[in-house]
């Protein structure tokens, strides 16, 4: 099973991702949760934040996850895929894969802005880089309420699991 969370910077994939990784852990053992800031760290960083090195760091992601569950691991992902070429890939070489977009109005994140992004007006997908709105996506959640409500989204994220009936590894 692949459940990947996506969506521009700040909007609550990692959130709303780990939650719904604490929950499963319990009763799945071979589940892990990928987030895309801790992947680019594996790295060392050694991919800036332009559209060219985001779509290949989308493109390690991708071949990360594909090996992952190759080895019967579920994966949890929090990264976004800025460009349509990775958001298609992503749909085609996962098993068992659901995909849910999250989106915010650009004043709540930029007021949720913990981690400074909003405020270097460098590299920000949507505002200054092409960012592709995913089309393709099994559930879309607006995230422009509290987190304890945008929390309660994970209910909806296991109502399509059951619905589109997807396995755990």
């Avoid at 760091?57 to 929090?78: D, E, P």
Wanted: aromatic fraction near 12%.
């Amino acid at each position: 099973m692949i459940v990947w969370f996506k969506g521009i910077s700040g909007v609550g994939k990692s959130t709303l991702g780990y939650h719904f990784y604490k929950i499963k852990k319990k009763k799945i053992k071979n589940l892990v949760h990928l987030d895309g800031d801790m992947f680019r760290k594996l790295f060392k960083n050694d991919l800036g934040y332009n559209l060219k090195d985001r779509n290949k760091n989308a493109g390690r992601i991708c071949a990360f996850v594909k090996f992952l569950q190759s080895q019967k691991i579920n994966v949890i992902v929090t990264a976004n895929l800025t460009s349509k070429k990775y958001q298609n890939l992503s749909k085609k070489i996962f098993n068992n894969y659901l995909s849910v977009f999250i989106e915010s109005k650009l004043s709540n994140l930029k007021i949720r802005d913990k981690k400074k992004i909003y405020k270097s007006k460098k590299n920000i997908e949507g505002l200054n880089i092409k960012y592709d709105k995913p089309k393709n996506f099994d559930l879309y959640i607006k995230n422009d309420t509290t987190k304890k409500k945008f929390l309660k989204n994970i209910q909806l994220v296991e109502k399509l699991i059951k619905k589109k009936k997807i396995v755990y590894d």
